[in-house]
Nanobody, 117 residues
Framework: QVKLVESGGGLVQPGGSLRLSCAAS????????MGWYRQRPGERREFVAT???????NYRDSVKGRFTISRDNNENTMYLQMNSLRPEDTAVYFC???????????WGQGTQVTVSS
């Protein structure tokens, strides 16, 4: 069973920073584009950022310049550095791994990020 393990969520004040991590097995990580998605209560899950196995990244417009996605291919771990956080960033953040050839994908269990004073 594929397992994605997320960590790093929590409560932070507006303007603060958090770093999310997502660890996967080598067999999954080495063949997958990795991504972060988020879901607010009552809303659909939405794309936040992705990074391919070659390191090409993509972001939703509202997080550009504030969030940075990265991956450590030696540690099989993906990161999302979130700076200048806003209350509207509050959501459950989910890690995703999508195999770049087979297009099968897997999800983590989610980690809560709350931005509030």
């Amino acid at each position: 069973q594929v397992k994605l393990v997320e960590s790093g969520g929590g409560l932070v004040q507006p303007g603060g920073s958090l770093r999310l991590s997502c660890a996967a097995s080598r067999s999954v990580f080495s063949t997958s584009s990795m991504g972060w998605y988020r879901q607010r209560p009552g809303e659909r899950r939405e794309f936040v950022a992705t990074i391919t196995t070659r390191g090409v990244s993509n972001y939703r417009d509202s997080v550009k310049g504030r969030f940075t996605i990265s991956r450590d291919n030696n540690e099989n771990t993906m990161y999302l550095q979130m700076n200048s956080l806003r209350p509207e960033d509050t959501a459950v953040y989910f890690c995703n791994a999508e195999n770049e050839i087979l297009r099968t994908d897997y999800w983590g269990q989610g980690t809560q990020v709350t931005v509030s004073s």
